[in-house]
Nanobody, 118 residues
Framework: VQLQASGGGLVQAGGSLRLSCAVS????????LGWFRQAPGKEREFVAS????????AYADAVKGRFTISRDNAKYTVYLQMNSLKPEDTAVYYC????????????WGQGTLVTVSS
């Protein structure tokens, strides 16, 4: 199983980025997907998740209204559209997958760095 995150980079505050995570080696449409982030010196935290169907999503309060998670089951890819970025969004962003029977995420990607300058 591989989760390959991409799309990170340096952006000014107020700007936008779109992260992608290409997934292989599992039955993509059977898995819930999520994005997490870890800022320097802090613990990893939940950002957003999307259920298998793509209908139900959840967001951390810190990103609600600014970030949008989506998935393309035909392309085995999950996205995170990030708008109105703030310096406090600076972190390494990780995508993750969990099956319908698991309470924790089973598989993790390698992370992509997002840096927001003020």
């Amino acid at each position: 199983v591989q989760l390959q995150a991409s799309g990170g980079g340096l952006v000014q505050a107020g700007g936008s980025l779109r992260l992608s995570c290409a997934v292989s080696g599992l039955s993509f449409s059977s898995y819930h997907l999520g994005w997490f982030r870890q800022a320097p010196g802090k613990e990893r935290e939940f950002v957003a998740s999307i259920r298998r169907s793509g209908v139900y999503t959840a967001y951390a309060d810190a990103v609600k209204g600014r970030f949008t998670i989506s998935r393309d089951n035909a392309k085995y890819t999950v996205y995170l559209q990030m708008n109105s970025l703030k310096p406090e969004d600076t972190a390494v962003y990780y995508c993750a997958a969990k099956n319908a029977y698991s309470s924790t995420y089973n598989y993790w990607g390698q992370g992509t760095l997002v840096t927001v300058s003020s």
